[in-house]
């Protein structure tokens, strides 16, 4: 943690280490002047003790407020440098298991919320650090009064041992309330969206999101609540300890005073170090207790890195430049993390390269998951997939991404610049003006650029004032984003047509199965639809049929209409309803 704080701005972190040990010697300094101008019998002795208590008195209130001020500007520092290194850390990670799974969600958003902790944690300790060095020589002062006195140190022991459980209680309180308030945000988040109002208004489920949401949260400060009471009454118990015993040893100095053993200016000296004392103890308490907060935040922190190293690529080969046969998947069985149901079973399949394939299967079949097997965002669970022969792990993952575009149903809504929005689809292209038009044209969204005050430098989006657009429009250049790519070994539609007509989605496939092939017979390239409507998908040179996880069918359209099977099925289903519809009969 000090490393952060060194690495988000070197000379504050020195100096303000460098002041916390002025300070411990500063109190020390206190103590003696106290007892120096008690006992002092010539006035030349008096004003040295004078000025040196003012001196130090003078260094723990000056030192005491630029201290607090470079800490409070340091811990922003250090929370803007985690902050930044949460995100690296779980953007690096190539699969989405941390994004999906709901014990992962939970740390993440514990992490998300608490930089500030582990921001402050480093200070915490190093004030701590200071108060101990302080609290040692206040000590030695003390002994020097009475070797039994210097046993107060021992007087540390009870808040020190009692605030760590009140912080392990804490610990425990936040870890068992993230689940509903990670629920309560979510609850929150849906009834103060627009996209959701407009349902939760229609269905009158509004104040019943409300009143859940109520109720996670009451659960959520309840549960807190409780371990903070719990945790308040460890703490204060701990502190009663201090008073008590630190009562006793002033009893016992007045004791010694009256009996000769001690001098006033040690009674004074004791008396005005205890205010010190308690400061002291109370920072070092502090200090642990956050630096305790920060472990158990430090854990989670560590828990990402483990998993973002765990869950690293293995793979180092390059890509092939073209495919010259295809992408094989080979006896893939896959689950879901965190899941006991299998998604995908025994799937064999071949991809042949120049294909367009198209995978079709009622909802929930696993055509998306195997999109994410292909892409790498997961691994299967047994078997593999192979790009021209060589397994998948074996590639270098971000050279294979940089190889596949893809366009799916739950886009995203970047609200940037509209020729942005297209652009990153192919990051080092994103400025190339001709490059995005091109993209535009071929996902059909100039008329979508046409619409907007400034064309390609309009900014879209109603969060900074810009474009808003409709669901389709936004679609539209999602599309455009995904055709950025140049030279994609796999391009993937995962039914991102579900918000246009059906003439306009026919037209878009035409475009990309029918005008590609020239394009995919030169390097091989697979296209890959996912789509629901089959007079969409008859086009394709290859159909696969999913059903529960498994390939049941797969052929031309003739082969699988021959058959007689699932698809042949389907398609006649959805040709009589679509005829139906056109004659209104
Ligand atoms: N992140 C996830 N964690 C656990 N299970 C998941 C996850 N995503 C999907 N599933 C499960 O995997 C199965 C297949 O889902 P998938 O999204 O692949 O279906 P799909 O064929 O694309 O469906 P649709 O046509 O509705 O888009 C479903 O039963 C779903 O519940």
């Known amino acids: 943690m000090l490393r952060l704080a060194y690495t988000a701005d070197p000379r504050a972190t020195v100096t303000a280490l460098v002041l916390a040990s002025v300070n411990a010697f500063a109190v020390a300094g206190t103590g003696l002047s106290v007892r120096a101008v008690a006992n002092s019998t010539g006035s030349g002795g008096l004003v040295l003790a004078a000025g040196i208590g003012a001196l130090a008195y003078g ?72 108060s101990l060095v302080s609290l040692g020589l206040s000590v030695w002062l003390l002994a020097s009064v009475h070797p039994a006195l210097g046993l107060l140190v021992l007087l540390a022991v009870p808040p020190l041992v009692f605030s760590r459980r009140a912080t392990a209680i804490l610990g425990r309180a936040r870890d068992a309330t993230a689940d509903a308030d990670r629920r309560e945000d ?129 793979g180092t080969e390059r890509p092939p430049d073209r495919l010259a046969d295809g992408i094989t998947v080979r006896g893939v069985d896959f689950t879901y993390p965190g899941t006991d149901v299998p998604v995908m079973s025994g799937v064999d399949l071949h991809l042949p390269a120049g294909a367009a394939v198209a995978v079709v299967g009622t909802n929930g079949a696993g055509k998306t998951t195997l ?14 997939i192979l790009v021209d022969g060589v397994p998948l792990r074996r590639l270098d993952l971000d050279r294979w ?34 490059a995005v038009a091109s993209a535009i044209e071929r996902a059909d969204a100039g008329p979508v650029i046409d619409r907007l005050p400034s064309g390609v430098d309009s900014q879209l989006g109603s969060v900074f004032g810009g474009a808003e657009l409709s669901h389709g429009q936004w679609q539209r250049l999602a599309l455009g984003r995904a055709v950025m790519r140049r030279d994609p070994l ?96």
Not at 305 to 313: F, I, L, T
Not at 371 to 384: C, I, Q
Not at 549 to 563: D, F, I, K
Request: with cysteine; charged share 20%.
């Open 401 to 434: 991404r940089s190889r596949v575009s893809a366009a799916f149903q739950d886009f995203s809504r970047f609200q940037v610049r509209a020729g942005h929005a297209v652009g990153i689809g192919d990051l080092p292209r994103a400025h190339d003006r001709e």
């Open 490 to 585: 796999l391009a993937v539609l995962d039914e991102p047509t579900a918000a246009l007509d059906p003439q306009a989605e026919h037209d878009l496939y035409e475009r990309f199965v029918g005008a590609g092939r020239d394009g995919r017979a030169a390097t091989g390239a697979i296209t890959l639809l996912v789509s629901h409507r089959f007079s969409t998908v008859r086009m394709a040179d290859l159909i696969v049929v999913l059903s529960h996880g498994r390939v049941v069918e797969h052929g031309t359209h003739a082969e699988l209409m021959a058959l007689g099977g699932q698809y042949a099925d389907l398609y006649g289903t959805q040709s009589a309803a679509y005829a139906t519809g056109r004659d209104g009969s």
């Open 186 to 314: 979510h609850l929150h988040r849906l009834g103060t969206r627009a996209e959701a109002a407009k349902e939760l208004r229609i269905s009158g489920s509004d104040r019943t999101v409300d009143a859940r949401a109520g109720a996670y949260w009451d659960t959520v400060t309840a549960g807190l609540v409780r371990g903070q009471r719990r945790a308040a009454l460890w703490k204060a118990a701990g502190w009663a300890c201090f008073a008590v015993g630190y009562l006793a040893a002033l009893a016992f100095v007045a004791y010694l005073v009256a009996r000769g053993g001690a001098g006033a200016g040690d009674l004074l000296m004791v008396a005005s170090l205890s205010g010190y004392l308690r400061a002291q103890l109370q920072d070092t308490v502090s200090g642990a207790t956050e630096l305790a907060e920060g472990r158990h935040t430090m854990g989670h922190l560590r828990w990402l890195e483990r998993h973002g190293a765990d869950a690293r690529h293995p």
């Open 59 to 130: 260094l723990i209130a000056a030192v005491g407020r630029v201290q607090h001020n470079l800490q409070v500007d340091l811990k922003e520092r250090v929370d803007i440098v985690l902050s930044a290194r949460l995100f690296t850390l779980t953007s690096r990670i190539p699969t989405l298991q941390h994004l999906e799974r709901t014990e992962f969600l939970d740390r993440l958003r514990q992490l998300r919320t608490s930089t500030e902790t582990l921001a402050g944690a480093c200070w915490a300790a190093a004030a701590a650090v200071s």
């Open 371 to 384: 999109v994410k097997l292909l892409t790498g965002m997961y691994e299967p669970t047994a078997g593999e």
